[in-house]
């Protein structure tokens, strides 16, 4: 009996292992098949499906650059810019390398361009000289000698007349020192033009000295400062009647000088003293 129930046993033990071995099987393959993927790693590819159509790669047309609306310039604007680098070109090339036949080619090529200038600078001289108002020797100043005498002539008699009536509202101040040679040199110069043209000098010394001519000076109260004089001589043009002045210069002036620079000042607008130095004689 007990023997029996031995065998019993062993039976029913055999028979539950040989259930269980169909359950495990299937957890074997799963981690067979991950294994098997994770030895493909990157290197897998699938092809794509057969139902999925291809993609068209389209090429785009060439777009054609926008054409000029401007007007063209003329065929020799074009040919005198290509001649330009041209020389630029031929001429780098011969710095760079200054062989016998790059200089040469160079030279030859200036050459030409000199030749076109000299025959448009001889063209245009022939054109100025049957159209008087294309020719400059007849505008402005004058070249020729003889010419430019007779331009000065005229030009210093249209100042003399032009300063004809300065003095009926103008005078001029004049600065010095007594210790001056400059001053001392200066002073007849000025006084002669003062007489000349009926201007009216305002001596004012600035150490209490005197220069010929002007004896009857008036010693400086600060005036000097406020104009700013730090030079003498020293020479500026004043209107009483509206407080404005201007400086004519300083250092010894000639006669036609102070006739030119007199009279470039008078069309102007002259600044008055608070303009130049934020002061006023007035105020002195």
């Not at 020293?234 to 000088?257: C, D, R, W, Y």
Request: hydrophobic residues 40%.
């Amino acid at each position: 009996m007990r023997r029996y129930q031995y065998c019993l046993t062993v039976l029913l033990a055999c028979g539950a292992v040989h259930a269980q071995v169909p359950a495990s099987v299937p957890a074997q393959g799963h981690a067979a098949g991950a294994q098997a993927a994770v030895r493909r790693g990157w290197h897998f590819y699938d092809d794509p499906a057969v139902h999925e159509p291809q993609k068209e790669v389209v090429t785009p047309a060439p777009v054609a650059p926008p054409k000029p609306t401007g007007p063209q310039p003329p065929p020799e604007v074009k040919a005198l810019r290509d001649l330009q680098v041209q020389l630029e070109q031929v001429k780098a090339v011969a710095v760079m390398n200054p062989t016998v036949a790059n200089v040469r080619r160079y030279m030859e090529l200036e050459s030409k361009i000199v030749r076109n200038a000299s025959l448009f600078a001889d063209l245009s001289q022939k054109v100025a000289w049957t159209n008087p108002d294309l020719d400059p020797t007849t505008q402005g100043r004058p070249v020729n000698a003889q010419a430019l005498e007779v331009f000065e002539q005229v030009q210093m008699q249209e100042r003399y007349s032009a300063l004809a009536n300065i003095g009926s509202d103008h005078i001029l101040m004049f600065f010095f020192r007594g210790d001056c040679p400059y001053c001392h040199a200066y002073g007849p110069v000025l006084r002669a033009f003062s007489t000349k043209y009926r201007i009216q000098v305002l001596p004012v010394s600035l150490d209490g000295g005197a220069v010929p001519g002007f004896t009857n000076a008036r010693t400086d109260n600060g005036t000097a400062a406020t104009l700013n004089v730090k030079q003498v001589p020293a020479l500026f043009l004043a209107q009483p009647i509206t407080g404005k002045i201007m400086p004519v210069g300083f250092g010894v002036l000639s006669e036609g000088q102070l006739v030119e620079r007199i009279d470039a000042l008078r069309p102007r607008a002259v600044e008055t003293v608070e303009t130049l130095f934020g002061k006023t004689l007035s105020s002195r």
